[in-house]
């Protein structure tokens, strides 16, 4: 599963994760840091990622469209990137299991 994480989060968690979540990027490494949440939305649909978030604007489309592609709601608010890091590793198996799940489109993560 490929995570695409939002432009609120550090560009260095792919490389940090690659183990569990090979394929990963950040938006600002695809040149997508300007882009609109529509913009990421679409890449992150074609591209086969999910998008982790801090921002309920992710939450809202994924409300309104469903998935691709699903998203990783974090809600706890910003922190550090290795406590970033230790939350998704800690929470890699329920992450993994929502990407082939048909009914889960959304998780939050406190």
């Known amino acids: 599963m490929k995570l695409l994480f939002d432009q609120n989060l550090s560009h260095r968690l792919p490389a940090l994760l690659t183990h569990a979540f090979p394929g990963s990027s950040q938006v600002r490494l695809l040149g997508l840091d ?9 890449y992150a649909a074609e591209n086969d990622f999910s998008i982790v978030t801090l921002d ?4 809202d489309l994924s409300a309104l469209h469903g998935s691709p592609p699903k998203v990783v709601w974090l809600k706890c608010g910003n922190r550090p990137t290795a406590y970033v890091e230790q939350l998704l590793r800690d929470h890699s198996l329920r ?9 889960v489109d959304l998780i939050e993560i406190a």
């Open 34 to 42: 300007r882009a609109d949440d529509a913009a990421i939305w679409r």
């Open 56 to 59: 309920a604007d992710f939450a």
């Open 95 to 103: 992450i993994l299991t929502m990407a082939v799940a048909e009914d």
